[in-house]
């Protein structure tokens, strides 16, 4: 049933896009695009040293790196080309850390790592990848580290390497939940305004503007597979006198009950609107107008069962009810037109009752 219940973004809704933030697919892109040129000048710069591992390997990443951009030009996987990039980034801060590349300066790049992970994965994946990576560091630069490798690395500069990193990750992670709470806030935000744009203050059901919205939807579907459709107005009987006599709060009390009791006796697939003042509108799709009628009635007897509690007594209310169903080649315009001639005729006919439109079977 379109009636809305306040939908909280989900934290899924934290992968989504919020406008001015850089999209992850064309951040890689980049970094690839930048991260080419300076492996290959690195490669260079090894091959000049007679390096015969590193200017080879720089090579190679420069290559997958290339050939994860044209994967994801081609297939359009945001998720490949995420992995792939990390995988690659990875497999690349660690070589640069145990080889000691360029005299064992090239370990710098290592504060690239963190921000970039952070931001194109998920948290969980950043928070793995950081610690993961400063527990490998740590006995990197433990005296089992240089058991295994031969880095150049001294123990002042260890010592600095480690806490500037570990400060950087720590950071990295906090800005990150930050950014994901903020962007979590306004997506929030932005769920609340569009709830609010689309529903009615008092009851929780479907505005004017979204019930017209529905109602143009539910059109066009009529005109593509003529799926015939039906729409009963509804107008509390005497309201006025409700409100003069007992308060325009137990008016408003009143206008809920029938909301609700509209919800308990339509369909999850029907769209029910608050259309004016103390008038509602039900949308029933595939519904054709008998049908209607009928369910105009069970709504009716409903309504003459229920009331609101005040003081001792209780207040009842009965409702009018105007039906019509979809014609061939007849606008929403018409359609509307029908049922409110419908309901002016149940209003003549003494209220508490439900017609058909015109041309369609009787009350
Ligand atoms: N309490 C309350 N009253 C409202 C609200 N919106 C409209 N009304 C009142 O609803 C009343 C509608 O009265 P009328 O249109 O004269 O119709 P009625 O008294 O229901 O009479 P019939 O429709 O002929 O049966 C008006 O007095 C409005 O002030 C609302 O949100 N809350």
């Known amino acids: 049933m379109t009636t809305g219940s306040l939908k909280t973004p989900d934290p899924k809704l934290s992968q989504f896009r919020v406008k001015g933030e850089i999209p992850v697919p064309l951040l890689i892109n980049w970094l690839t695009a930048v991260a080419i040129p300076l492996l290959l000048f690195f490669a260079w710069r090894s091959s000049l040293r007679d390096d015969p591992v590193t200017s080879p390997l720089l090579v190679t990443i420069a290559v997958l790196l290339a050939i994860n951009a044209a994967v994801f030009w081609f297939s359009g996987s945001k998720v490949a080309q995420r992995r792939g990039f990390i995988a690659l980034i990875t497999v690349l801060f660690t070589y640069l850390a145990v080889h000691a590349v360029e005299d064992g300066s090239a370990i710098i790049w290592l504060f690239a790592y963190p921000p970039i992970i952070f931001y194109i994965s998920d948290a969980r994946v950043g928070v793995l990848a950081c610690a993961g990576g400063f527990i490998a560091l740590l006995l990197l630069f433990s005296p089992l580290g240089d058991l295994i490798f031969s880095a150049p690395y001294s123990p002042g500069f260890r010592l600095t390497m480690l806490a500037a990193l570990g400060f950087e990750m720590v950071t990295c992670y906090i800005l990150d939940q930050s950014r994901r709470r903020s962007k979590l806030g306004l997506l929030k935000l932005a769920a609340d305004f569009e709830y609010a744009a689309k529903h009615d203050s008092l009851t ?12 143009d939807a539910e059109y066009q579907r009529y005109l593509r597979s003529a799926r015939s459709f039906s729409v009963l107005l509804m107008d ?128």
């Open 236 to 363: 509390i009987d005497l309201f006025k006198s409700v409100n003069d006599t007992h308060g325009h709060h137990v008016g408003d009390e009143l206008i809920i009950l029938v909301a609700r009791t509209l919800r308990g006796e339509c369909r999850k697939i029907d769209t029910l609107a608050r259309w004016g003042g103390e008038e509602f509108l039900a949308l029933l799709p595939e519904t054709e107008t008998d049908e209607a009628l009928k369910m105009a009635n069970r709504i009716r007897e409903a309504i003459a069962r229920s009331a609101v509690p005040v003081d001792e007594h209780a207040v009842k209310a009965t409702i009018s009810i105007g039906a019509a169903g979809m014609r061939a080649s007849e606008s929403i315009d018409r359609l509307l037109q029908h049922a409110d001639e419908a309901l002016y005729r149940a209003k003549t006919l003494g209220r508490d009752q439900a017609c058909a439109a015109e041309g369609e079977n009787a009350a």
């Open 204 to 215: 929780g059901l479907a505005n004017r503007r979204e019930a017209l919205a529905q109602l």
